[in-house]
């Protein structure tokens, strides 16, 4: 019995230490980086500097419809009136990440 446990305990290891996330999982830390260098000039914690009320605030988020990835990505990339499209200037895996740090900090109250 002792043998099987070692053998159940040494695959768990292997197959846990073996996995790496998929190549297009975000790094919400490198989001945060290039948030700081291309987004806070107008979004600084979550505001907006050119239109208070689409801040990137979780409600405010969400009653622009912009509450997903999908849409998130989609306004980073091609922006949109005032915003400027950044898909000339980040790479789609960078636009994502920054999507997705966007996203944890409303989710966090941009604290």
Not at 1 to 8: A, I, R, S, T, Y
Not at 62 to 80: F, H, P, Q, R
């Amino acid at each position: 019995m002792q043998k099987f446990l070692k053998l159940v305990l040494i695959t768990l290891l292997f197959l846990t230490s073996a996995f790496t996330p998929p190549a297009s999982a975000a790094d919400i830390a490198n989001g945060g980086q290039i948030f700081s260098l291309h987004c806070a000039g107008c979004h600084i914690n979550g505001g907006n500097i050119i239109r208070r009320g689409k801040n990137l605030q979780k409600k405010a988020l969400k009653k622009y419809g912009m509450d997903s990835l999908e849409a998130v990505t989609s306004i980073v990339t091609n922006g949109k009136n005032n915003m400027s499209a950044y898909k000339d200037r980040l790479s789609e895996q960078e636009i994502q990440n920054v999507a997705a740090y966007v996203l944890e900090q409303a989710d966090k109250g941009w604290q």
